[in-house]
């Protein structure tokens, strides 16, 4: 689980083509349905926490679960600037622990992908299902396997003045183990490039699959929709958001 080390210095810079703006009304929008318009969330992967801070702009009591100290250490630089009360924890999602139960879990930005174990995801959703309120949500995004398989074999670059990446992708069908490599060049203080290297795996679930995973940790399945609608996934979905909830305490 251990990604985004030297990545997480440019991380924002070459995300800002993400509408996290849009991605937060969409996700607010899922968790109101639901009836959690307020109360404690819990982010699991939250990186940089640049969703983490625009849900606590909306009023949620949030809690950051990330792997990454790096990442975190950006999260944290970003609660300082704004003043929002977050608590950070520097924990993996197959293992994390709360002091009580919060209303929802929040995953987004293909976080539960970097799960690329179905006994390990479901330790993840049991989880998830320990420390939510009785009747407590669960909403999560996912990359599908129509996603992979269009990525494939193929290679991204991008050049910025203050650093640039290569990312070559490799997406194996058997295994379902989608892998790339980033070369990163980050431009220092003295004006110089240093190339760091990191290799990040994900894994392509079938959904079926998944939402029986949740059932089996206590999580009943209420929706399933295509990214950013209402809508049942189809075949060439590339994103999808499932919605769950605590059924069983």
């Known amino acids: 689980m251990a990604s985004y080390e030297s990545f997480a210095e440019v ?9 996290y703006e849009e991605w937060c009304a969409y996700l ?3 968790l109101a349905d639901c009836g959690v318009k307020d109360g404690l969330v819990l982010e699991l992967g939250c990186g940089t926490g640049t969703m983490t801070e625009l849900l606590s702009g909306l009023g949620y009591d949030m809690i950051g679960v990330d792997s990454s100290a790096q990442m975190l250490e950006i999260a944290v630089e970003k609660r300082i600037q ?10 993996d999602m197959r293992e994390f622990e709360l002091y009580g139960t919060v209303r929802a879990v929040v995953s987004v930005c293909d976080s539960m992908n970097y799960i690329t174990g179905e006994e390990e995801l479901l330790q993840v959703f049991r989880l998830v299902n320990n420390y939510l309120d009785p009747g407590g949500v669960f909403i999560f995004d996912l990359n599908t396997l129509a996603k992979y398989e269009a990525l494939g074999e193929s290679v991204i670059a991008e ?34 490039y240093e190339r760091y290297e990191e290799t990040h795996y994900q894994k392509g679930y079938d959904l079926d699959v998944v939402c029986g995973l949740l059932e089996q940790a206590g999580l009943a399945v209420e929706a399933r929709y295509d990214a950013f609608t209402r809508r049942p996934p189809t075949p060439e979905s590339e994103r999808v958001y499932l919605v769950a909830r605590e059924c069983r305490k």
Do not use: A, C, V
């Open 11 to 19: 991380y924002d810079l070459f995300m800002d083509n993400i509408p």
């Open 28 to 30: 607010h929008g899922l």
């Open 82 to 91: 704004s003043g929002h009360d977050i608590l950070y924890l520097e924990q």
């Open 159 to 192: 050049n910025r003045e203050e650093g640039s990446f290569i990312w070559e992708n490799w997406y194996d069908p058997d295994t379902r183990i989608n892998e790339y490599d980033l070369t990163l060049y980050i431009r220092n203080e003295d004006d110089l």
